[in-house]
């Protein structure tokens, strides 16, 4: 029964070639871009999930206008000292 899917398919692909490649392109995109999007979300819900009491954590992010924002990318402000 496999067999005669991928005979079916061999012929289509030599009949309407521009179709079958049209499709077989936005197939690879679609399947490509979920996969990414599952593994983007798969990592933001497993962030931080090896501490023991991961559901008491929460995330502090601190947006500061400067003058430069380059220098800015990242969060340089602490929310505590150590001494």
Do not use: Q
């Not at 999930?49 to 995330?59: E, G, I, P, T, V």
């Amino acid at each position: 029964m496999i067999k005669n899917y991928f005979l079916i398919i061999f012929r289509s692909f030599f009949r309407f070639k521009n179709t079958f490649l049209i499709n077989l392109i936005g197939l690879s995109i679609g399947l490509a871009c979920v996969i990414l999007i599952y593994l983007w979300v798969n990592d933001e819900l497993n962030f931080d999930k090896f501490y023991k009491n991961d559901a008491r954590l929460y995330k502090a992010i601190v947006k500061a206008a400067d003058a430069n924002p380059i220098e800015n990318l990242w969060n340089k402000y602490t929310l505590c000292s150590n001494g």
